[in-house]
């Protein structure tokens, strides 16, 4: 049983509700599910390419999420540990694909330069929703990259584990992103450009 007062950061969840997950009610399982669908939604966007994905994973992920409430520890923040439980199931559905292994890299020996810098100064300029759809635009193995270093904090060697690949290959996906995003930037700078010249 779950005995603290309010579980998570930015989130209402109680821990009568987890507990009421815990003992399988339904009631407590769709509530728990609408008060962390958009925060769950958010990181599933991040790592597929298309909404309906999104909701599958998402779906699976809660899955777990409510078959591993029993495991929770409530000194760990309840947010974290469904992101956790989240990113991981993407992780897994992501190995499952066969897209996977038609669009990883191996590279063993890479060494990242200065040369893709401006990319953080651009992406400063720039709001959320356009940051998404670019990422969108990554391919698959890069945007899982990238998504677990910039976004999620990860290391190289704990990407390299999670995707099975080694840690040049990590640094390779991560610095291929940042080169596309550099390219969507500029088309981007350019078509705002357009419009202003041409309003």
């Not at 005995?3 to 009568?16: A, F, G, Y």
Request: neutral net charge.
């Amino acid at each position: 049983m779950v005995n603290r007062e309010l579980i998570s950061n930015n989130m209402d969840i109680q821990p009568q509700l987890i507990n009421g997950c815990i003992e399988r009610d339904r009631k407590a399982e769709y509530e728990l599910y609408k008060l962390t669908y958009s925060y769950l939604m958010s990181i599933c966007i991040r790592y597929t390419r298309n909404e309906d994905k999104a909701k599958e994973v998402l779906n699976m992920g809660f899955l777990k999420i409510i078959t591993n409430l029993d495991k929770y520890k409530p000194e760990v923040p309840f947010k974290a540990w469904i992101r956790k439980v989240m990113i991981n199931t993407l992780i897994n559905e992501y190995k499952k694909e066969k897209i996977h292994y038609n669009n990883v890299q191996y590279v063993e020996d890479y060494h990242e330069t200065d040369k893709y810098a401006s990319i953080n100064e651009a992406i400063t300029k720039i709001d959320a929703d356009e940051i998404y759809s670019f990422i969108a635009k990554l391919p698959p193995a890069s945007r899982q990259v990238f998504n677990l270093y910039f976004v999620d904090g990860f290391k190289h060697k704990e990407i390299a584990e999670l995707l099975d690949i080694t840690e040049g290959t990590s640094k390779w996906h991560l610095n291929a992103a940042r080169e596309k995003l550099k390219e969507l930037l500029k088309k981007n700078d350019l078509r705002e450009i357009n419009m202003i010249y041409h309003e």
